[in-house]
């Protein structure tokens, strides 16, 4: 059985920094692509960041890139995800999943944690 469980968000002003953590109960967590997606009120599910089974690969959505950075550790069956430089627009819930080969596409994912609130005050 697969469980993902997000940590880390909460409440920061703009220009403030936050790291997000996943754990992963998984078999094989070296073997999967883990993304990151949020979603804000009213708006669909957007990509994040996606990394690659061993790390060696990244992707970020242009909306992010040079301010967030996706990172795993295999060791700990954790992804990461460190965001700097918050917008107001960055505000949402944060969900990461577990996938095949790094994708944007949020139905490449099979397993999904429960999202964690990330809300950047102006």
């Known amino acids: 059985q697969v469980q993902l469980v997000e940590s880390g968000g909460g409440l920061v002003q703009t220009g403030g920094s936050l790291r997000l953590s996943c754990a992963a109960s998984i078999r094989s967590f070296s073997t999967y692509s883990m993304g990151w997606f949020r979603q804000a009120p009213g708006k669909e599910r957007a990509f994040v960041a996606t990394?690659?089974?061993?790390?060696?690969?990244?992707y970020y959505a242009d909306s992010v890139k040079g301010r967030f950075t996706i990172s795993r550790d295999n060791l700990k069956n954790t992804v990461y995800l460190q965001m700097t430089s918050l917008k107001p627009e960055d505000t949402a819930i944060y969900y990461c999943?577990?996938?095949?080969?790094?994708?944007?596409?949020?139905?490449?994912?099979?397993?999904w944690g429960q999202g964690t609130q990330v809300t950047v005050s102006s």
């Open positions: 999943a577990a996938g095949g080969p790094p994708s944007f596409r949020f139905e490449e994912y099979g397993a």
């Open positions: 990394i690659s089974w061993s790390g060696d690969r990244t």
